[in-house]
């Protein structure tokens, strides 16, 4: 079934020579099929979600964010498994996602009519909003509880489809949303660094050789399909972080099939590991104290422990909810202490680099704790949470589930599997990724690279101290 006419100089594996999966990505309705079959699921989970939860109190609404089949699918299953997708598989998640149609539609449309729009300025090039959608997803998440309510989680997809579609109708620049304003994208351009499963071109020397450039060609960009990269790369020219989303228009209209995706070798141009751009250090930053939230929110006395700063700013303001002190905490002030030791013990050993060359190689450092950290959450929310998607099935809104298991005629869910066990299997992972770390910042941060130890040092003995409490818990 392989194409021995294939020359994988880049790949140990290209899954895109075994002809079925490469006549699969070739096809018409790939990946629109699949893109409109997420958007059904969407617009499913909405009119699932829309107006249930209002009216419960706070008890009621933590497990109703489990027995809605919305608010469960959307932040126990699908958030957790893009987090494991993105570090197995890349932007994988981006082939499929229902914001990029929408942003295609609104883009489309606007050429059709030919109104004036937007040009990208340098900070939405730049990915700045990117960070502070995220932001304000995790402010929303902590002051609002937008993951419980199931009605809320509603309103945020509608939001996002909006976003998307209005991002396309605003901005000339293609996949607007995608680049300039996802509150994902940061999560999925760094976590997708780490996986060997890339997209890269095959045998580079035929890219030298090639006279008509089809996968960056002007006339093939306004196609329906077998367009040059919407995203305005060169495919021939990949590296980390340049944001291409898999959508692999590239391995469709290269008259040579040079396009591969699969498991590249180290020395592919996509695997060659750099510092990571700033509004992604930024975002690792930020991450870092979500993620610790998230992973000592797993142990109680921890739990209790790590917040004691907020609960303490709530007594000074108890007119305030305690999310909005919980999102300062774990956004703001904990990321600072965090972050003010890793640059302290980076400038130490460093001599005199500007606190921004610090903080670019320690957050490149960090990011592969941080990713193993969000997997090891990721993980134990989907071993709480699966248990209720049969219950879910059965009645989507959640509400009868909810008064039955209130009542106590239908028993609790067991865990799939334990946090001790979870615990053990993340700190061999954390290991693991850490050995593999030491050569990821040799590579990628030159001069910089005591800083980046100091980045990952701190943040791997965090993460360390915190996965190996859950054992015990
Ligand atoms: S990927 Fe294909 S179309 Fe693009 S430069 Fe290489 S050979 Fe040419
Ligand atoms: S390089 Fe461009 S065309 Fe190819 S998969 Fe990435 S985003 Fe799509």
Redesign the pocket.
Known sequence: MIDRMASPHQFRLDLLAYRPLRALVSSLAFPIALQAMALAGVLLFIWNAWGVGQGHSGAEIMTLRKTNLTTLSVWGLWWPGMIALALALGRAWCTVCPMELANRAGDALARRVGWPRARFGRWLRAGWLVVVAYLVLQVLVAGVSIHRVPHFTAVMLIALLAGALAAGLAFREP?AFCKGLCPAGGLLSVYGRYTPAQ?DVRDPEVCAGCKTRD?VAQENRNRFDK?????????YA?AQS??????????K?CPYGN?AFGLARPTAGVRRHRLLEPSEAAFVLFAAGFVAHEVIGEVKWLDEFFHAVPTALQRLAPAVGFGWFEALWFLVLFPLVLWSVAAVVARASSGRQSVRTLLLAAATGAAPAVAVAHLAKSAAKVASWGGFLPLAVADPAGVETLRQLSAKTLAQPARWVGLPLLGWAMLILLVLVAWRSVRWIREASGESARAAYSGFAVTTAFFAAALLVWPWA
């Open positions: 996949r997209l996968c367009r040059s990269c919407p995203s305005l790369l060169r495919p990949r340049d944001g291409c989303v898999l959508c692999f228009q590239c391995a209209v396009i």
